[in-house]
Nanobody, 124 residues
Framework: QVQLVESGGGLVQPGGSLRLSCAAS????????MSWFRQAPGKEREFVAG????????IYADIVKGRFTISRDRYKKTVSLQMSSLRSEDTAVYYC?????????????????WGQGTQVTVSS
């Protein structure tokens, strides 16, 4: 059974940092790209960042470029999202996802497996 479990969310002040982690089980994560999406209240779920199967390629949404960094540990079966210079508009539920493809896709409809999400709130 495939499981993706996110952790690391919480409340942080504007300008602060958080690190999200996603632990995978039930499939061979090391062969597949992994991505982070987020969904704010009343908005569509949107792509945030993705990393290909071997970590050699990453893609970021324009709005988080230079502030967020995605990384993976293929043998620990984890993918992380380091978030810095957080803004109030980064407030959302953050989801880890796998499309079971080696390359990154920013289209949420291509993703088959999702975690339960972790809440990130940026507020003073």
């Amino acid at each position: 059974q495939v499981q993706l479990v996110e952790s690391g969310g919480g409340l942080v002040q504007p300008g602060g940092s958080l690190r999200l982690s996603c632990a995978a089980s039930g499939f061979s994560m090391r062969y597949y790209a992994m991505s982070w999406f987020r969904q704010a209240p009343g908005k569509e779920r949107e792509f945030v960042a993705g990393i290909n199967w071997n970590g050699g390629n990453t893609i970021y949404a324009d709005i988080v470029k230079g502030r967020f960094t995605i990384s993976r540990d293929r043998y620990k079966k984890t993918v992380s999202l380091q978030m810095s210079s957080l803004r109030s508009e980064d407030t959302a539920v953050y989801y880890c996802a796998s499309s079971l493809r080696a390359s990154i896709s920013s289209a949420k409809d291509t993703y088959r497996y999702w975690g339960q999400g972790t809440q990130v709130t940026v507020s003073s």
